[in-house]
Each structure stands twice: as structure tokens, then as C-alpha cells.
């Protein structure tokens, strides 16, 4: 309408214009004059109305981009109770942003994976990424009046567990706790607990120098045998790649731990957690650098005299490690150096320990996975599952010499989807400390474990399973224990 206007006060203007030219009397020259002055204007009150259109159809494009919903929407009914004949309005319902948008993180390129224990959700990862179990973080609502978002949960386990012989821990299948050579070994013993019962908190929110996570997680491994007590397994916050508090080591790997009933998994694990700081560096494109400080601890074992020794530390332990990410999973490599210490009042001596891992993750056919670990070096007992509290980092004799000692671990493991609600895994792993220095016959040498189940999870939350599991121990001086283990476990989790 605004253009028709304009074109007619156009030409009204022109006729206007023109009118003089032949209402005098003038010469030839004077029109030719004339004209080209009347032409010269009707050019200029051509622009003028070109710019004044631009104008208006910028004004027009304005409006209408207004008018339109914010983003993908569906229609809803104003009023569920029209009456016949009434007009029923539809009103625009904007799509709901997902979390991982809301805050700022970048969506998870591993392969989807499930896990009884979910070990894998309080890792550390590069800008906050979420984890393979939850790639949609599920359960995050918002905190009014701020843009931080929070989440309430975790689950509860129900374990039942039966043992031909005694297992030293009746809530954990940790081969290193087999009473080696005792009467009561060969005793079968039922047992029954929820001690895996967890409660986690986590909060994320966007800022300016990257996506910030607080995340707070516990379970009931506390107390004695008779009572359950709050276990602090991860107290940490990141901002951006910069993380700082208590949790996993960034030795360990938490992706390729295998999905067993059994809380404790293989030996030959690496698994610790402690406080640190992580600086990570990400480069290309799923590639990753991180560097970290942890908290030193020297287990010392005691070969001589010396009643009053015990460990010392002068320097945090540093971590080095380098990880590749893909669709196919991932592969992580890791060196850790030690500086390990003792003192017994009079005298104190110093030692290197260094250790190195291998550890990945790989998609097979449909969502099958195989999971494998390999960790050698020395001084590094405490970063493996079943010799982590054991003193063996190393050893002092009667000169004071302190001796780092030998260890390595591994294992294998294999997830197989029989179908959406079931799957199984088979896993097999050994955890070995030679024990040359050590005169006790009953220092750790080696230890097996293996682990075999059938899982069924009929909903997201809801899951039940069984699993078969053998184990072994040798000793310095020979003697042998072993245990065979049947667990069966109902779990609910809060959010899936």
C-alpha cells in the first residue's frame, strides 16, 4: 500500500513538473534548457523513492521476523474445554534446549555405552563433555533467576552374594583379601548389603571462561560390618579444562573399566582416587593432552629393623596423559612419576617411582565393546586395585636402602548385547607384585580374576543381573587361595 502511494505522488509531481514547459512561450533553446533540468529532477525524485523502499522493506522483513516463534515449536489448544463453535487459538510452544546446549558443552563422539556401576560419570572430560552412559545429560532443571542448571541423582543396589569359600571381603571380590593358608578359608558364607547405593549431586552452568561443573558423589563402603556410613568417592569442580578437588587420578581411565556386578572389578586395574588438579589441552579433533598434580603417598614396606619407619613425601606425583577420541571409541596412554620416601625418626631416604599405562575402548559389531587396560612400572602398587593400601611401593632393608618395587596389571574385557534389554560381559584380568625383596611368605605376588554375567534392564532404571566369578592368589613362600563367587544384584536408578 505505502508503495502504491509513493508511486502515484510520483507521477503527480512529474505532471506538476511538466506543466510549465508548455504553458509558456518561450524559444527553443530555453526548453531544451528546460527540460534538461526537469529531467535532471524527476532522476533525483526517482533515488529518493528508491532509498525510501529499501527502507520500508527492511522496516517490513523486521516485523515479520518478529512475528515468528523463537525456534521448532508445536501447536498446543489455548482451552482443552472449547465449546462448539468456538474458535480455538494455537499457541506456539518453543522446542526444549537440551542441557548439554544450555551449557555450553560439546556432545559425547563415544560409542553409547551402559554401565551397572556408571563408573565413568564422575571422570574428568574435556570441556565438560558428557559421559557414553549419559550422552543427553537427563534430569538437569534450572535454578531460578540464575542460567545454572542442577541434578539430583544416582541409585540404589541391592547386592546378594554367595562365596564356597571365605573371600576376606564379603562385599567385594578383591582376590589380594583371600585368607591365604587359614583354617576358615575353605567356610562358604552368604551375605547380603546395599553399601553400592549412590547419591550424586552435579550443577553446570555456562560462564565466560567455559562451561563450569561442580559434581559431589558418594556410596556407603564407610563404617564397619554392621553399619553404613557416608564413603566420598568424587568432591570436584571444572571450569572449562582447568579441574580442581577430589577424584579419580588422571592415571586411570575410567571409560575402559568393564560393567560388572561386582563393585570392585579386576585387580590389575588402575583405580585410585585422590586430590589434584588437572590442567587438559585439547587439540585437533578429539585428541587431548592433560597434565596434572596429585596428592603423593608412600606405602613402604619394612624389610629390617626398623620399627618406626614410614612413608614420606616431598613432591605431588605428576601425571602425563595423552587421549584420542572417535565414534570407534578411544584410546588413552599415561606416564605417572614418584617420588617415594620414608623416615623412622633418624634417618630418611628417597626414591624414583615411574609407572606406564595403556587403555582404550573399541565399538565392535552393533553395540558390542571390548575394553583392555595394561599398566607396568615401578613404585606403583597404590595406583592398581588390589594392592593399593598394601605398602608394596616399596621396600626398606636393614642399610636403609628403599627400593622401588615392580608392578604391572592387566585386562581384558568383552560386552555383547544379546538384545536392547540384555547383555553380558566376560572379563579377565591378573595384578602382579614380585616380591625378590620382601623375607615375608606371605607378600602378594600375583592375582587372577574372572567375571562372567547376564544383565537385564527391562526399563532405563531399573536393573537386575547375575554373574559368576573366580579368583586366585599366590604368595611368596607358595601357598595359594582361591574363591568362587555367585552375585546377583537388583538395581533402581533416580535418572536414566
Request: glycine fraction near 10%; proline fraction near 5%.
Amino acid at each position: 500500500m505505502i508503495r502504491i502511494v509513493l508511486r502515484r505522488a510520483l507521477a503527480t509531481c512529474l505532471v506538476w513538473l511538466a506543466m510549465p514547459a508548455y504553458a509558456q512561450d518561450t524559444t527553443e533553446a530555453e526548453l531544451k534548457k528546460e527540460n534538461a533540468q526537469l529531467r535532471e529532477e524527476v532522476d533525483a525524485l526517482r533515488d529518493v523513492v528508491k532509498r525510501m523502499g529499501a527502507r520500508l522493506d527492511a522496516v517490513e522483513n523486521a516485523q515479520a521476523q518478529s512475528a515468528k516463534p523463537a525456534g521448532p515449536f508445536t501447536p498446543a489448544l489455548a482451552s482443552s474445554s472449547a465449546t462448539p463453535g468456538q474458535t480455538i487459538v494455537a499457541t506456539a510452544v518453543p522446542e526444549k534446549v537440551s542441557t548439554a546446549t544450555a551449557v555450553g558443552v560439546p556432545a559425547s563422539r563415544l560409542p553409547a555405552q551402559n554401565s551397572v556401576a556408571d563408573q565413568g560419570a564422575g571422570a574428568s572430560r574435556i570441556d565438560n563433555a558428557p559421559p557414553p552412559t549419559d550422552p543427553d545429560l537427563k534430569g538437569f532443571f534450572d535454578v531460578p533467576g540464575t542460567e545454572t542448571k542442577i541434578r539430583i541423582g544416582g541409585y540404589a543396589k541391592l547386592d546378594a552374594i554367595a562365596d564356597n569359600h571365605g573371600a576376606g571381603n564379603d562385599e567385594q571380590f578383591i582376590p589380594a583379601s583371600f585368607p591365604a593358608g587359614a583354617p576358615s578359608r575353605d567356610h562358604e558364607h552368604f551375605n547380603m548389603h546395599a553399601r553400592q547405593t549412590r547419591f550424586t549431586f552435579e550443577a553446570r552452568r555456562p560462564t565466560d571462561y567455559g562451561s563450569l561443573r561442580f559434581y559431589l558423589e558418594n556410596d556407603f563402603y564407610g563404617g564397619d560390618a554392621n553399619s553404613y556410613q557416608f564413603h566420598l568417592r568424587h568432591a570436584y569442580g571444572q571450569i572449562g579444562n582447568t579441574y580442581a578437588g577430589y577424584g579419580y587420578s588422571a592415571f586411570m581411565d575410567a571409560d575402559a573399566l568393564p560393567d560388572t556386578l561386582d563393585f570392585a572389578g579386576p585387580g590389575g586395574q588402575m583405580f585410585v582416587l585422590q586430590p589434584g588438579i588437572h590442567q587438559a589441552f585439547p587439540f585437533g579433533d578429539g585428541n587431548s593432552l592433560t597434565l596434572s598434580g596429585e596428592r603423593p603417598q608412600s606405602e613402604i614396606a619394612n624389610t629390617g629393623s626398623r620399627p618406626e619407619l614410614k612413608g614420606a613425601t616431598r613432591v605431588p606425583d605428576l601425571v602425563l596423559a595423552l587421549r584420542r577420541e572417535r565414534e570407534w571409541g578411544h584410546v588413552q596412554a599415561g606416564v605417572v612419576l614418584r617420588r617415594l620416601g620414608y623416615t623412622d625418626g633418624k634417618a630418611d631416604g628417597y626414591t624414583t617411582g615411574w609407572g606406564m599405562a595403556l587403555s582404550g575402548t573399541f565399538a565392535l559389531l552393533g553395540k558390542d565393546l571390548l575394553m583392555v587396560s595394561g599398566v607396568y612400572g615401578k613404585g606403583i602398587a597404590r595406583y592398581l586395585s588390589d594392592t593399593s593400601g598394601s605398602r608394596l611401593d616399596a621396600t626398606v632393608d636393614d642399610q636403609g636402602r628403599l627400593r622401588a618395587r615392580k608392578a604391572w596389571g592387566w585386562y581384558g574385557a568383552y560386552t555383547h548385547y544379546w538384545s536392547s534389554q540384555w547383555r553380558s560381559n566376560l572379563v579377565y584380568g591378573q595384578a602382579r607384585v614380585p616380591s625378590s625383596h620382601l623375607d615375608d611368605g606371605t607378600a602378594f605376588v600375583m592375582t587372577d580374576y574372572a567375571a562372567a554375567n547376564l544383565i537385564w534392564s527391562p526399563a532405563p532404571t531399573w536393573t537386575m543381573g547375575v554373574e559368576l566369578l573366580h579368583g586366585k592368589l599366590d604368595q611368596r613362600d607358595g601357598t595359594r587361595a582361591n574363591d568362587t563367587r555367585v552375585q546377583g544384584s537388583v538395581q533402581y536408578s533416580f535418572i536414566k
